[in-house]
C-alpha cells in the first residue's frame, strides 16, 4: 500500500488541513443517522407507483376499480389529481427544468414515454397490499415504436416523443415537430484557417452509453399533508430548499405551508437534485388524511430516476508538427431521456477548455428518446465530451512522436485563456497538475507485457450561489453552526474547521447542524461542488460577525473604542491596555453587555474556482478474454485550498472509482422494444472492492483568489479524466484505437478480433 | 394469513415478533423493531448494505426470511459498539475518513467485522475479496481498506 501524498503546500493554518474527526461519524458508523427511508410516523400508511411496461405508448384506459375496492387501500392518484400545471421555467438543483416535464415526468399524462414511466400512485396499510393494489390495475395501450438512440432519434421520419416540440437555436424555426429539443453553437476564432495550418489532423467519432449515479440508497420519503396548518416532506435530497420549491409549485402551496427536512443523503452525485416521489406522495396523504411513506426499489431507481446521458460525439482536433494545437471541432449529441434537457451544451463548453487554442468551434444537440429523462451526474455533460476530445489529444501526441503530458502542457489553458463560453480563465492549476503529473511515480514507472497507460485532463467550473449560515454561541462559549446543504460527503466537518479558523476556536468547540426549511433562510442544493466553497464562505461571514460583536462587547466592559480591540486566538485583547476576555468569557456574561450572541452569513457566492484534474491510469488486459484490470492509478487535481485533505483525497478517489466503472463496465443494456434489460446492481456493474487498486492521490493547491482560504469546489472534476485515461491505457495496450464505451470484456474482445 | 410468532435474540436481547411468512428478516428489523441502522440498497442481495450475521454468519438481511430467526443470535450494527464505546472497525474508519455518505458503512462493519473474526490478519486482496458484496458508491474503497488494514493490526496488538 502506497500512502497518499500530503498537501503540496505547509499552510500557515492552525486548524484548516488537519484531518479532524467528522462531527457525523459517530453516529453513522454506530447506524444511528436517518437517512431517506429511517423516518415512520404514526397511522403511516405506504404508497407505491404503478410503472409502465413499455417504452412509448398511448394509455387508452385506466381501470382502477379492483385496487381501490381492495381492503387497505387508502388511496390512488393519477396525473389528473395534480393541480392545473403549465409550462414555466423553474430551478431545480444544478440547473432549470420545465415545471410542466417534470409533472409529466413524476406521472404519465396520457402517453408513457419510456420503460418505467409512473403511471399513477397507490397508498395502503402496508407496502405489501400496496403492491397486490397495483397489480389490480387494468391499463389498456397503445404501443407506439420507441426510438432508443440519438441516430434513431434524428433519422428522417422518426418517431416522435412530443408532438409540440420543435428545435431551438436553428436560424429558422422549423415547421414540423422533431425529437431534437435544441441545437447550441459555441465558437472561438476560425476552425477552417486553423485545420489548414495543421500538419496532422485526427477525427473520429466516440459513443458513451446511458449511465447511472449508481448512490446506494434509493430516493425515500416520508410525508404528512397538512390542509390548515404544515405540511412536512422528509426526504433524501441534495437540496431541500428546491423540494419545497417545486413541490410547493406543483401542488400550488406558499412556501410558508410547507415545511422540508433533509434526511441525511446516502449518495446523490447529482442525482437528487429533483423530485420523483415527494409530490405524490403528497397528494396520496390529503386524499387519505394519512402521513404516507414512498421508498423506490432498486430496479425503480434504475428505470425512473435520472442517469446520465448517452452520447455520439464527434471530434476533430489539428496540430502542427512542433506540437502546437490549432484547431479543436466538435459535433455532440446528447440524449436527454424523454424530456428535453440533457447537458450538451455544458459538453460543448467544457471539451476542450483545458486547452490554450485560437480557434474552436463545437455544435450541441440535446435530443430526447426513450429512456428516463437524464439528471445531473457528477459535472454534468463533461465527462462524455472531455473523454472524446481527451482520446484524439492522446493520440495526436502519439501520431507526432510528442509525450502526452508534454503535449499537453505545450498547450494548456492557463490565467488569461479565452474560453469558448467567453470570459478568459482566472488563476487556475492544470499546468501545475500536469507538472505534478509527470513528476509522480507513477509516471516513472516501466509498463509491463500486455498493460498500457493513459493520461488524461479534465475540467469543470464549479459554481457559487445562495447559502445561509447562522452561528449561535452558547454561554459556554462553543457554538452551533447552523447551514442548510445536506452533508453528502463530509462538509460538515469543513464548516467545523473554517469556523475554528475564523474565529480561533477549536473546531470541537462547534456543532453542525443542517437546519430544515423553516430553521434556516434559503440554500441552494449541494451541488455544482458548492458547498464548502459557498456555505464555507457563509460559515466565514457568519464567525466574523461572531468576532465583530464580540468586540463591541468586550469594548463595552472596557469601556473603550471598539478600534483598540484585537481578535487573536480566540481572545479580545485590549492593545492599548493589558486586558483579555475570552470567547467563553464574553459568552457567559452576554446578557449583561446586549443579549446573546449569534453570527449571521447570508450569501450569493460569487468567484467560484474551476478545478482541473489530471489522472493516470494503467491497465493490464487479457487478450484471450478481453477482460481489463486497472493496475496502477494516480488522481491530481487542484483543491485551491483544502480544508479537510481527508475528504478532499476521498473526492478525487471516488470520482475516479465512478469514471473506472464508466470506462470498464456500466452501461444501461436495452433489448429492441426499449425495455431495459440489467435494473440492478449484479447486472449494472459499478466497481467492487476486488475490482480496484488503491487510488493514489496529489492535492495541487493554487488558491482561488475569490475565497477567503483558497477554497475551489472538488466534487466534480475527478470524474471526469478517468474516462479517457482508463480507455486510452487499453487502446495503448492493445494497439487498437478504443471509441465506444465501456471496455467490457465483449467490447475489448471485438476491437482486438477487429484489428488482428 | 395467519401471522408466525418468532422467538430470537438481537444484540444479546430476547426479541419476540409476529411477522408474515413471506416478510423479510430485513423488514423486521427495520419496520417493526425499529432497528433501522441497517440499510436497504437493493433487496436483492446485491449490494451488502443490509448485512448482519444470523449466529454469527454474516448474510444479507434483505433474502432472510424473519421466521428464519427463530431461536437465533441476530446481531446488527446496533450491536457492534459497547455503549457509546465504539468499537475499533468503527473507529478506524472514523480516522480514515472511510465515509462519505455514510449509507454502506454500517453493512461495511457488519462484514469487517465478520472478516477478522475468520481472519485477524487478512492481506489486502483478501480483504478487497471479502468484502466485495459490499458496495460502496462514494469512496472507491481506498480509505476502507486502510481502516480494514489498520483495524486488524491495532486488533492483534490488542489480542
Redesign the interface.
Known amino acids: 500500500?502506497k500512502n497518499?501524498n500530503e498537501a503540496t503546500d505547509a499552510s500557515h493554518y492552525k486548524y484548516i488541513g488537519t484531518?479532524s474527526?467528522?462531527p457525523?461519524?459517530?453516529e453513522?458508523?454506530?447506524?444511528?443517522?436517518?437517512?431517506g427511508?429511517?423516518l415512520?410516523l404514526p397511522g403511516m400508511i405506504w404508497g407505491k407507483m404503478l410503472r409502465s411496461p413499455h417504452a412509448h405508448a398511448m394509455i387508452k384506459s385506466i381501470d382502477i376499480s379492483k385496487a381501490e375496492a381492495l381492503a387497505g387501500v387508502m388511496a390512488v392518484v393519477t396525473y389528473n389529481d395534480f393541480p392545473s400545471v403549465s409550462s414555466e421555467i423553474v430551478a431545480t438543483g444544478e440547473g432549470t427544468e420545465d415545471l410542466l416535464d417534470l409533472a409529466r415526468n413524476l406521472m404519465a399524462d396520457g402517453k408513457v414515454l419510456y420503460h418505467g414511466h409512473a403511471i399513477l400512485g397507490v397508498a395502503a396499510i402496508s407496502?405489501?397490499i400496496a403492491e397486490q393494489a397495483l397489480a389490480l390495475i387494468d391499463v389498456e395501450y397503445e404501443v407506439l415504436p420507441a426510438v432508443l438512440d440519438v441516430r434513431d432519434a434524428m433519422a428522417k421520419d422518426a418517431p416522435v416523443l412530443h408532438e409540440k416540440m420543435y428545435t431551438e437555436g436553428l436560424a429558422e424555426t422549423p415547421n414540423t415537430a422533431s425529437n431534437v429539443a435544441s441545437v447550441v453553437e459555441l465558437k472561438k476564432g476560425d476552425v477552417d484557417a486553423g485545420f489548414a495550418q495543421a500538419d496532422v489532423i485526427v477525427e473520429r467519432e466516440f459513443y458513451t452509453p446511458t449511465v447511472h449515479?449508481?448512490?446506494?440508497?434509493?430516493h425515500a420519503c416520508t410525508v404528512r399533508y397538512d390542509e390548515h396548518g404544515q405540511s412536512m416532506v422528509w426526504c433524501s435530497t441534495q437540496g431541500h430548499f428546491d423540494v419545497r420549491a417545486t413541490t410547493a409549485k406543483l401542488l400550488h402551496m406558499s412556501l410558508s405551508k410547507l415545511k422540508v427536512i433533509a434526511s441525511?443523503?446516502?449518495?446523490?452525485?447529482g442525482g437528487k437534485t429533483t423530485v420523483y416521489l415527494e409530490p405524490v406522495a403528497l397528494l396520496m396523504s390529503k386524499k387519505s388524511g394519512r402521513p404516507v411513506k414512498m421508498?423506490m426499489?432498486?430496479d425503480e431507481v434504475f428505470k425512473a430516476s435520472g442517469p446520465g446521458s448517452a452520447t455520439r460525439n464527434w471530434i476533430k482536433i489539428g496540430a502542427k508538427n512542433d506540437g502546437t494545437i490549432t484547431a479543436m471541432q466538435g459535433k455532440l449529441h446528447y440524449e436527454a431521456g424523454a424530456f428535453k434537457g440533457s447537458p450538451a451544451r455544458l459538453g460543448g463548453m467544457t471539451a476542450f477548455t483545458p486547452y490554450d487554442v485560437e480557434n474552436m468551434f463545437v455544435e450541441c444537440y440535446d435530443v430526447v428518446v426513450n429512456k428516463p429523462k437524464v439528471a445531473a451526474y457528477r459535472a454534468p455533460g463533461a465527462p462524455q465530451a472531455e473523454y472524446a476530445a481527451e482520446m484524439i489529444v492522446s493520440e495526436l501526441a502519439a501520431r507526432l512522436a510528442i509525450d502526452p503530458i508534454d503535449f499537453r502542457l505545450q498547450n494548456a489553458a492557463k490565467e488569461g485563456t479565452k474560453t469558448i463560453y467567453g470570459p478568459k480563465l482566472k488563476r487556475v492549476g492544470l499546468v501545475e497538475c500536469l507538472e505534478a503529473a509527470k513528476n509522480s511515480p507513477h509516471y516513472q514507472q516501466a509498463l509491463k507485457e500486455n498493460q498500457g497507460r493513459g493520461v488524461s485532463s479534465g475540467f469543470w467550473f464549479n459554481i457559487g450561489g445562495s447559502s445561509s449560515v447562522t452561528l449561535n454561541m452558547n454561554r459556554d462559549g462553543t457554538g452551533t453552526i447552523v447551514e442548510g446543504s445536506p452533508d453528502?460527503?463530509?462538509s460538515r466537518a469543513s464548516m467545523q474547521l473554517m469556523a475554528a479558523e475564523t474565529l480561533g476556536i477549536a473546531a470541537e468547540s462547534f456543532k453542525t447542524i443542517v437546519a430544515d426549511t423553516e430553521n434556516i433562510a434559503h440554500n441552494d442544493g449541494t451541488g455544482g461542488s458548492r458547498t464548502t466553497f459557498a456555505t464555507g464562505m457563509a460559515v466565514v461571514e457568519a464567525a466574523k460577525d461572531v468576532i465583530r460583536q464580540m468586540k463591541e462587547r468586550a469594548a463595552s466592559v472596557w469601556n473603550v473604542n471598539v478600534d483598540v480591540i484585537d481578535w487573536v486566538d480566540g481572545v479580545a485583547i485590549n492593545v492599548g491596555g493589558s486586558e483579555k476576555l475570552s470567547a467563553a468569557e464574553i459568552c457567559a456574561t452576554a446578557d449583561r453587555t446586549g443579549g446573546q450572541i449569534s453570527g449571521q452569513g447570508n450569501i450569493n457566492a460569487r468567484g467560484a474556482g474551476p478545478s482541473f484534474a489530471v489522472h493516470i491510469c494503467d491497465v493490464e488486459v487479457d487478450k484471450e478474454t478481453g477482460k481489463v484490470d486497472v493496475v496502477r492509478y494516480t488522481a491530481i487535481q487542484d483543491a485551491g485550498k483544502a480544508i479537510?485533505p481527508?475528504?478532499v483525497?476521498?473526492q478525487y478517489?471516488?470520482?475516479?472509482?465512478?469514471g473506472i466503472g464508466w470506462a470498464l463496465n456500466e452501461e444501461y443494456v436495452y433489448n429492441d422494444k426499449g425495455i431495459l434489460q440489467n435494473p440492478?446492481?449484479?447486472d449494472y456493474r459499478?466497481?467492487?472492492?476486488?475490482?480496484?487498486p488503491?487510488?493514489e492521490t496529489v492535492i495541487v493547491e493554487v488558491p482561488n483568489p475569490a475565497h477567503p482560504f483558497g477554497v475551489r469546489g472538488v466534487g466534480e472534476s475527478g470524474i471526469i479524466p478517468p474516462l479517457a485515461a482508463t480507455a486510452y491505457a487499453v487502446s495503448d495496450a492493445i494497439n487498437a484505437p478504443i471509441t465506444d464505451l465501456p471496455c467490457s470484456p465483449p467490447n475489448v474482445l471485438a476491437v482486438i478480433q477487429a484489428n488482428s | 394469513m395467519a401471522k408466525v410468532h418468532v422467538n430470537t435474540t438481537v444484540n444479546g436481547d430476547a426479541v419476540e415478533f409476529l411477522c408474515n411468512p413471506g416478510e423479510t428478516l430485513l423488514d423486521i428489523l427495520r419496520n417493526d423493531l425499529q432497528l433501522t441502522g441497517t440499510k436497504e440498497g437493493c433487496g436483492s442481495g446485491d449490494c451488502g448494505a443490509c448485512s448482519i450475521t444470523v449466529d454469527d454468519r454474516l448474510v444479507c438481511s434483505c433474502l432472510v426470511l424473519a421466521v428464519e430467526a427463530e431461536g437465533k443470535k441476530i446481531g446488527t450494527i446496533e450491536g457492534v459498539a459497547d455503549k457509546d464505546q465504539l468499537n475499533v472497525i468503527q473507529q478506524k474508519f472514523l480516522e480514515h475518513a472511510a465515509l462519505q455518505c455514510g449509507i454502506c458503512t454500517p453493512g461495511l462493519i457488519v462484514s469487517v467485522q465478520a472478516l477478522l473474526k475468520e481472519n485477524p490478519n487478512p492481506t489486502e486482496e483478501q480483504a478487497r475479496y471479502y468484502l466485495a458484496g459490499n458496495l460502496c458508491r462514494c469512496t472507491g474503497y481506498d480509505k476502507i481498506i486502510r481502516a480494514v488494514m489498520d483495524a486488524a493490526e491495532t486488533m492483534r496488538g490488542a489480542a
Open positions: 500500500m497518499t484531518r474527526i467528522r457525523d461519524g459517530f453513522k458508523v454506530t447506524g444511528r443517522a436517518n437517512y427511508a429511517d415512520s407496502r405489501q449515479q449508481g448512490y446506494i440508497e434509493p441525511e443523503i446516502g449518495g446523490g452525485f421508498i426499489d432498486r453528502i460527503g463530509g479537510h481527508s475528504y483525497e476521498g478517489q471516488g470520482g475516479a472509482a465512478q440492478g446492481f449484479l459499478i466497481p467492487l472492492a476486488s475490482d480496484l488503491m487510488i
